[in-house]
Each structure stands twice: as C-alpha cells, then as structure tokens.
C-alpha cells in the first residue's frame, strides 16, 4: 500500500531529524575534544612555569660571611629575637617581624615565620660550617607549613634574605656571597623583599 501524503512527510522529517542528530553528535565531539585540548595545553604551561621550582614553597640559600660562624649565628639568632613580634608595628608595608626563634646547636639554628596577613607559617634555618681565613659558610632555608603550597611570591626567600639584611651581616663584607636559584628557590628571580 502506497504511502499517503502525510506519511511520506512524516519519514522525511524523521531523516531530517537523524541527519541534524549526527552532525549535532560529531559537533560536540569537535567541541569535546577542542575543550580538552586547550584544557590540557594550560595546564601543561601551568607545569612548565612551576616545574623551574622546587616542588613545594621553599628556598635554599648559601651564603659566606668573612667572620667567624659564631659571630654570625649570634647575629642571626638577635635579630630573630628583636623581630619576634609586631609590637611595633615593625611589619609594616613588609614582612620583618613575627620571627620565632626556636633552637641552637654548634651548627645551626632553626626557628619560624609568620606572615602578619595570612598568618602563614613558615620554617626557617640557618646552617654554619667554619670556612678558611676565619670565614663562615651558611645554608639558610626556609619552607612553607602549608603542605599544598606550591608557589609563595618569593616569600620563602625573604624569610631568610631579610634576617641576613636586618643582621646586617653583609655590610662592608669583601667576603660576603650569596648564591640561590629559582631551581632551588621558588620564584627567587621575582621575589620582592620590601613587601614580601
């Protein structure tokens, strides 16, 4: 029996309709895929510009001083001390207060810092090993308490750098080095010390 007029129509638009269904299908492939792809290229940028750092916030610095390891363990531990707290308001625009001197041996010392915004904490250490010509040779390190902390602004370095600044142990120093790497120290290259 021959289809009527309305029917024929009716198979029409059923075609029409799985037409429309595998190009809206292939369409959304194209579109999955070009999702997932851009999606995949940031975050293989995002690695690339983390993966220069260490793999959590942290940073290592050697320095040498032209004094002896005492002198400047001494120095250190003092100015942990004098900025303990902010009771002076000695933060300020910075980061230079809010220390917390914790231990001492021969060879190192070891304490925190705190930011005064977030109330992150830090661990800060200093580690002393006698040079020649009564020279002293210092690892400092800092890392961060937040176990997902991956990148900190430079602010792992500053932990170490501004206590070596407020001690002012390089001053009028033909000795004195310092030597770190964004390798070894997150976002060392970046890092501001005046706020960080």
Same mark, same amino acid.
Request: net charge neutral; aromatic share 10%; hydrophobic share 30%.
């Given at each position: !029996?021959?289809?009527? *007029? +309305?029917?024929? =129509?009716?198979?029409?638009?059923?075609?029409?309709?799985?037409?429309?269904?595998?190009?809206?299908?292939? =369409? !959304?492939?194209?579109?999955?895929? @070009?999702?997932?792809?851009? #999606? &995949?290229?940031?975050?293989?940028?995002?690695?690339?510009?983390?993966? $220069?750092? /260490?793999?959590?916030? @942290?940073?290592?610095?050697?320095?040498?001083?032209? *004094?002896?390891?005492?002198?400047? *363990?001494?120095?250190?531990?003092?100015? !942990?001390?004098?900025?303990? !707290?902010?009771?002076?308001?000695?933060?300020?625009? +910075?980061?230079?207060?809010?220390?917390?001197? &914790?231990?001492?041996? /021969?060879? *190192?010392?070891?304490?925190?810092?705190?930011? /005064?915004?977030?109330?992150?904490?830090?661990?800060?250490?200093?580690?002393?090993? #006698?040079?020649?010509?009564?020279?002293? =040779?210092?690892?400092?390190?800092?890392?961060?308490?937040?176990?997902?902390?991956?990148?900190?602004? +430079?602010?792992?370095?500053?932990?170490?750098?501004? &206590?070596?600044?407020?001690? =002012?142990?390089?001053?009028?120093?033909?000795?004195?080095?310092?030597?770190? $790497?964004?390798?070894?120290?997150?976002?060392? @290259? @970046?890092?501001?010390?005046?706020?960080?």
């Amino acid at each position: !029996m021959a289809p009527t *007029k +309305g029917e024929s =129509k009716s198979l029409l638009t059923n075609k029409e309709i799985e037409h429309q269904r595998t190009c809206c299908s292939r =369409k !959304m492939v194209i579109l999955s895929v @070009s999702v997932i792809a851009i #999606a &995949l290229s940031a975050i293989t940028l995002s690695f690339v510009s983390v993966s $220069s750092y /260490p793999l959590h916030a @942290s940073c290592r610095v050697d320095w040498t001083f032209g *004094k002896p390891c005492d002198e400047v *363990k001494t120095s250190l531990v003092n100015q !942990m001390q004098t900025w303990n !707290m902010d009771t002076q308001n000695l933060c300020g625009t +910075g980061q230079k207060c809010l220390y917390q001197y &914790l231990t001492s041996s /021969p060879t *190192k010392i070891t304490g925190t810092h705190t930011t /005064p915004v977030k109330r992150y904490v830090d661990d800060v250490s200093f580690t002393f090993a #006698a040079g020649p010509d009564n020279s002293c =040779k210092v690892q400092g390190f800092s890392t961060s308490q937040t176990w997902y902390a991956i990148l900190d602004y +430079g602010t792992n370095y500053c932990n170490i750098k501004n &206590l070596v600044e407020g001690a =002012k142990l390089g001053i009028n120093d033909s000795k004195y080095s310092e030597n770190t $790497s964004d390798s070894v120290c997150t976002q060392y @290259s @970046s890092a501001n010390c005046e706020v960080y």
